[in-house]
């Protein structure tokens, strides 16, 4: 009698039940044919989980294939939306002392032609030397008040230099009111963003993008009109004007801002917000690597950007991501991390 015949056949069923729980295997049977007909997690590889097609199908598990994109890092910096009513005071007075200076100076020309010919009159004798000296103190008291007027207008631009810059100066004390009508009316808004104190903003960089609510997908672009002379205290950084559209920014907002770093593009991939999980402080993602298994995958380093978060390493291009679902794949995987109360 062959004794090996008869051993055989149980040697390998307990084979088989060994290598079941070696791999960890559990399964979960769905009462009906509306649920899930099996989840398969295997604990002999931590971040893997093992689901069947139908049961990807009827939880709702989709993924997108990545592609390469070169990314421009960035810093963020935070501002205000500027209070323009100094520097509109500032106009005020400007073209007030330029009225007043054109009254005086159309008066001067009247006094340096009456006093013309009050010295043509004195040199025939027509008129007295007293006549003569009243016209040359009438000139001299308006050649007073237009030099006055220059001065005050001088000692107004340099105010204005000093605490807003040539450009802003040259918007706000222009003649010309069509330049400042965006602001006043509210279709442009003036910011002052102030950097960290150990960034810079290149020269290379005229645009950057700016949020009220700090949300960098809403972000809109605020083009560069001129370096600021005086720095925040608090911060010690450098700081800059902005200008923006005025839609939804009011004087005295905090607005956040994302400028460019001076370092080249990197390669790597955008990921949607709805594919990144958190767990213990730190984010995941599920990449698909075969039709019905998952790996899950640390990611380190991420920027935020207008559709979504860019990452530079730990994901390639053309790799299958879970973009929706990813959330479910990790609670299968905790699950599979409790011990069962039969064990």
Request: with cysteine.
């Amino acid at each position: 009698m062959d004794v090996s015949r008869l051993y055989f056949p149980a040697l390998m069923n307990v084979f088989l039940i060994s290598c079941f729980f070696l791999l960890g295997v559990s399964s979960s049977y769905a009462e009906d044919d509306d649920k899930p007909v099996q989840v398969l997690r295997i604990f002999a590889e931590p971040g893997s989980i093992v689901l069947s097609a139908k049961t990807q199908a009827l939880s709702g598990l989709q993924t997108m294939k990545l592609k390469p994109i070169r990314h421009q890092a960035e810093f963020t910096a935070y501002g205000i939306v500027v209070n323009l009513q100094p520097l509109m005071e500032l106009r005020r007075r400007y073209l007030l002392v330029l009225t007043e200076q054109r009254s005086a100076m159309a008066k001067f020309k009247q006094a340096e032609q009456n006093i013309k010919r009050q010295q043509d009159l004195y040199r025939e004798g027509a008129t007295s030397t007293r006549n003569l000296q009243i016209q040359q103190a009438q000139w001299q008291a308006d050649k007073s008040l237009v030099d006055a007027g220059g001065l005050q207008g001088k000692a107004i631009v340099d105010e204005a230099l000093f605490f807003w810059g040539k450009k802003l100066t040259d918007l706000a004390l222009s003649t010309d009111s069509d330049r400042l009508n965006a602001f006043l009316t509210g279709q442009k808004t003036l910011l002052h963003i102030t950097l960290p104190v150990n960034k810079q903003l290149t020269n290379s960089i005229q645009n950057i993008e700016v949020e009220a609510a700090g949300n960098r997908s809403a972000a809109t672009k605020a083009e560069l009109i001129s370096a600021a002379l005086h720095i925040d205290n608090a911060t010690q950084g450098e700081s800059y004007f902005f200008q923006t559209k005025g839609e939804h920014l009011r004087t005295g907002m905090r607005v956040a801002a994302w400028i460019p770093e001076q370092a080249e593009n990197q390669s790597g991939v955008v990921i949607p917000k709805s594919a990144l999980i958190w767990h213990l402080d730190q984010a995941f993602v599920y990449v698909q690597i075969s039709p019905e298994h998952f790996h899950r995958r640390t990611i380190d380093l991420l920027s935020a950007t207008t559709d979504g978060y860019f990452v530079s390493n730990g994901l390639d291009a053309g790799e299958l991501l879970v973009i929706t679902g990813a959330q479910m794949l990790l609670s299968e995987e905790l699950k599979g991390q409790i011990p069962n109360e039969d064990d």
